[in-house]
């Protein structure tokens, strides 16, 4: 039982580590930049052997880069419609190489 507990808190851990190691990496290279949020799209995901059902909201973000307009999608959270709203801005961490390398501090980061 306990190298179970081991193994479960060594992965956790490695999670952690990589979040905040991406964190860092962002804001070591990246430029703070400022997007709006212009929508939230919820999604339902099924898991489990009862097949139990968890809603996600993740926020649809417009943020400028090099005079262009593009479009980021964050990983989604079950907390996305309380912690974001349609018209607010948010802060984001763009690096140069590129609108598609984009990092929203606090959020899930998944890039789609």
């Known amino acids: 039982m306990f190298i179970i507990l081991f193994i479960v808190g060594s992965i956790f851990t490695l999670i952690g580590l990589l979040f905040f190691k991406k964190y ?26 009862n097949n139990s059902r968890s809603t ?3 926020p ?32 984001l961490l763009s690096h140069p190489k590129g609108p598609e390398y984009i990092f929203l501090p606090g959020g899930v980061n998944k890039i789609s």
């Open 24 to 49: 860092s990496y962002y804001k070591k290279h990246g430029n703070m930049i400022r997007g709006s949020v212009i929508g939230i799209e919820e999604y339902t995901s099924r898991s489990g052997s």
């Open 56 to 58: 996600y909201y993740a």
């Open 60 to 91: 649809i973000i417009e943020f400028p880069f090099e005079g262009k307009s593009y479009l980021f999608k964050d990983g989604g959270s079950s907390n996305g419609l309380s912690k974001y709203k349609i018209g607010q801005s948010v802060k």
